[in-house]
């Protein structure tokens, strides 16, 4: 199942990509959506992470390899889960935005494996970032931080 959707954000290109790779023991606390039991980094490099992360409702998990060497894009792609297919995964592209901030566009392909992959994947499909809280994470760091008020954002 795929899921695209696009948002606009006060941080800076820099910023985005800095949080979706900030695999720091204060990345559950960044992103309030992963429980901090399921998540641990298994091999780290400068530009790539294989990483284990989940939530508690659903209970769901996948190991993940996050890559950012082409800049403005991550992605992260399962190497092993419990709700979906090895290979499926998400890209974000980050471009600088009109007003001073970020343009993220988001690609999510999940191959559900069980019921449980399949009603994450219907819920995103129809929620997408109601779901997810990529924007939401990322509008709450840019009002934490204050950046982006000096750009009229």
């Known amino acids: 199942m ?9 941080l800076l290109p820099t910023a985005v990509v ?3 790779t900030d695999f720091s023991e204060r990345r559950p606390d960044l992103w309030p959506n992963l429980d901090p039991a399921k998540y641990q980094v298994h091999e780290r490099g400068d530009t790539w992470a294989v990483v284990t992360e989940g939530s508690p409702r659903p209970d769901v998990w996948s190991r993940e390899r996050y890559d950012w060497s082409i800049p403005g894009r991550v992605s992260w792609t ?7 297919a090895p290979g499926s995964g998400m890209v974000a592209s980050v471009t600088p935005g009109g007003k001073g901030g970020s343009h993220v566009a988001i690609d ?8 449980k992959g399949y009603l994450v994947a219907v819920v995103v499909r129809l929620a997408k970032d109601r779901v997810l809280g990529l924007r939401a994470t990322l509008d709450k760091m840019a009002r934490t931080t204050g950046e982006g008020q000096h750009q009229g954002g």
């Open 2 to 10: 795929r899921a695209h959707y696009e948002f606009d954000t006060v």
């Open 18 to 20: 800095g949080a979706l």
């Open 78 to 84: 399962v190497e092993e889960s419990n709700f979906c």
């Open 108 to 115: 999510w392909e999940r191959i559900p494996t069980s019921p």
